[in-house]
T-cell receptor, first 117, second 112 residues
Framework: GAVVSQHPSWVICKSGTSVKIECRSLDFQATTMFWYRQFPKQSLMLMATSNEGSKATYEQGVEKDKFLINHASLTLSTLTVTSAHPEDSSFYIC?????????????FGPGTRLTVT | GDSVTQMEGPVTLSEEAFLTINCTYTATGYPSLFWYVQYPGEGLQLLLKATKADDKGSNKGFEATYRKETTSFHLEKGSVQVSDSAVYFCALTLDGFQKLVFGTGTRLLVSP
């Protein structure tokens, strides 16, 4: 199988604080992980591509200083929302890329709901 | 830019009904096309894919055909079950399965 977990599944924090979300590939190694954001009734928007051992690649319009990504090992990537504000409230989803020969497939975590009060 | 448009939901059907969820795309090149499914409380799972024109992806009774002339990849199933209730996402990628561009998702509700 290929299982990806996220922790926490939901979090409530106060405005101005920072929140860290973890994404783990449980039974495979992933050199590449992706972070998405999903607003209600809207599609998943790719925020950044996380590469193990190197800096993340951010999509246009995503503030890299606000959304810090660290991919420190082949099974773990973290997203830290710094100085969170209510507009950062959203559903954050990660995926991990599994490579088998010439086949690439992304496996998704269940998501983390962030509410900033 | 590249985009995916899919029909708004929810789609409500009775068990054993025929399902169609429309998906059209706009892309500058020749994308690969995907359908993902998200069951309640779970992550997105790849349902099926097609990598070139006229390919048909199929899985679990679902199928979709890559139609280049109409830039479409409609999802169909001949007889839905209650267990098919989920949110379905159409998506594309142009770079060998790296960056996925998703549609807004369509919720399917199947009643007994």
């Amino acid at each position: 199988g290929a299982v990806v977990s996220q922790h926490p599944s939901w979090v409530i924090c106060k405005s101005g604080t920072s929140v860290k979300i973890e994404c783990r590939s449980l039974d495979f190694q992933a050199t590449t992980m992706f972070w998405y954001r999903q607003f209600p009734k809207q599609s998943l928007m790719l925020m950044a591509t996380s590469n193990e051992g190197s800096k993340a690649t951010y999509e246009q319009g995503v503030e890299k200083d606000k959304f810090l990504i660290n991919h420190a090992s082949l099974t773990l990537s973290t997203l830290t929302v710094t100085s969170a504000h209510p507009e950062d409230s959203s559903f954050y989803i990660c995926s991990a890329q599994k490579i088998a020969g010439e086949s690439y497939e992304q496996y998704f975590g269940p998501g983390t709901r962030l509410t900033v009060t | 830019g590249d985009s995916v448009t899919q029909m708004e939901g929810p789609v409500t059907l009775s068990e054993e009904a025929f399902l169609t969820i429309n998906c059209t795309y706009t892309a500058t090149g020749y994308p690969s096309l995907f359908w993902y499914v998200q069951y309640p409380g779970e992550g997105l799972q790849l349902l099926l894919k097609a990598t070139k024109a006229d390919d048909k992806g199929s899985n679990k009774g679902f199928e979709a055909t890559y139609r280049k002339e109409t830039t479409s990849f409609h999802l169909e199933k001949g007889s839905v079950q209650v267990s098919d209730s989920a949110v379905y996402f159409c998506a594309l990628t142009l770079d060998g399965f790296q960056k996925l561009v998703f549609g807004t998702g369509t919720r399917l509700l199947v009643s007994p």
